[in-house]
């Protein structure tokens, strides 16, 4: 989906008239438009993955090796 807003957008179409073409695949709001709010904090969260890319590349690291420890320690009784 950011992927299209992003290209939309680029080609000068607002946030506003790209909505009702868009539909969440998944999750409780399956099949429907996302609002206007949340489409606006995908592409903050965007902007600021494309500003500090290390910051974003040490976050991703840092969550595979949690997820690689709690695989490989038992569950607990």
Do not use: C, W
Not at 20 to 40: E, F
């Amino acid at each position: 989906m950011l992927h299209t807003v992003l290209r939309r957008r680029a080609n000068g179409e607002s946030v506003e008239q790209i909505r009702p073409d868009l539909i969440i695949p998944t999750g409780k709001r399956k099949g429907q438009n996302p609002g206007v709010a949340s489409i606006y904090r995908a592409l903050a969260e965007h902007e600021r993955a494309q500003a500090y890319p290390e910051a974003v590349a040490q976050a991703r690291t840092d969550f595979a090796a949690l997820q690689a420890e709690e695989i490989h320690q038992p569950l607990s009784p």
